[in-house]
């Protein structure tokens, strides 16, 4: 079946303009995460939803970070007056449930830099 | 911040050879898991191993966990090109709803033909 998709895969941005990522999961997948990966490190976590409700958004680095999952499967991540700083890879994974157990399954990232 | 730590932070071989990677965490944990990234690519789960577990393998992958020493290794034996990847270690955040993952910094493998 068809995995975690993102789009769009790459996305150039000037300084201050706004943008928005989007998250397709896999169909049925309860969960829902949006990870940052700056260049080099390791992804950091930024917002977790469970169907439509977002349960914890205690990554997000800034209030011009906001995400939404209006119906519970497709989720966007939209930054608003976009600063050099932003630039990264903007990972988003799903999993069936939310146990501690459950695999995550990660999309391929879009790529964001920001001019 | 991030909970993990692998070690070495790159890692060059030869086809063939054992490839050891290390993570070491801060708290205590439920699970490790370990995942690969592909240059330019989203990260791929390989193994997950609970804290009550102390060896797991699957296939040529053999993780350890000693909890004690809050410590887990990746093993990879005999290499090959396509494994050359970037290889992470995660624990789920405790204390949250969900099971959002923190990840190392990763160590970068490259396994030369």
């Known amino acids: 079946g068809a995995g975690v998709s993102q789009s769009p895969r790459y996305k150039v941005a000037k300084r201050g303009q706004d943008v928005a990522l989007r998250c397709d999961p896999i169909?049925?997948?309860?969960?829902l995460f949006w990870y940052q990966q700056a260049l080099g490190q390791g992804p950091e976590f930024l917002t977790y939803f469970q169907n439509e409700a977002q349960l914890d958004k205690s990554g997000l680095p800034s209030d011009r970070f906001f995400a939404e999952r209006p119906e519970g499967s497709v989720s966007t991540l939209k930054i608003q007056r976009t600063q050099q700083e932003d630039s990264a890879v903007y990972l988003c994974?799903?999993?069936?449930?939310?146990?501690?157990?459950?695999?995550?399954?990660f999309g391929p990232g879009t790529r964001l830099t920001v001019l | 911040s991030q909970q993990g730590e692998e070690d070495p932070q790159a890692l060059s071989i030869q086809e063939g050879e054992n490839a050891t990677m290390n993570c070491s965490y801060k708290?205590?944990?439920?699970?490790l898991q370990w995942y690969r990234q592909n240059s330019g690519r989203g990260l791929v789960h390989l193994i997950l191993i609970r804290s009550n577990e102390r060896e797991k393998h699957s296939g040529r992958l053999r993780v350890t966990l000693d909890t004690s020493k809050k410590s887990s290794s990746l093993l990879i034996t005999a290499s090959r090109a396509a494994d050359t990847a970037s290889y992470f270690c995660?624990?789920?955040?405790?204390?949250?709803?969900?099971?959002?993952?923190?990840f190392g910094g990763g160590t970068r493998l490259m396994v030369k033909p």
């Open positions: 995660a624990t789920p955040i405790r204390g949250n709803a969900g099971n959002m993952l923190t």
């Open positions: 708290t205590s944990i439920n699970n």
């Open positions: 994974a799903s999993s069936v449930g939310q146990g501690l157990y459950n695999e995550q399954f």
């Open positions: 169909s049925g997948h309860v969960s």
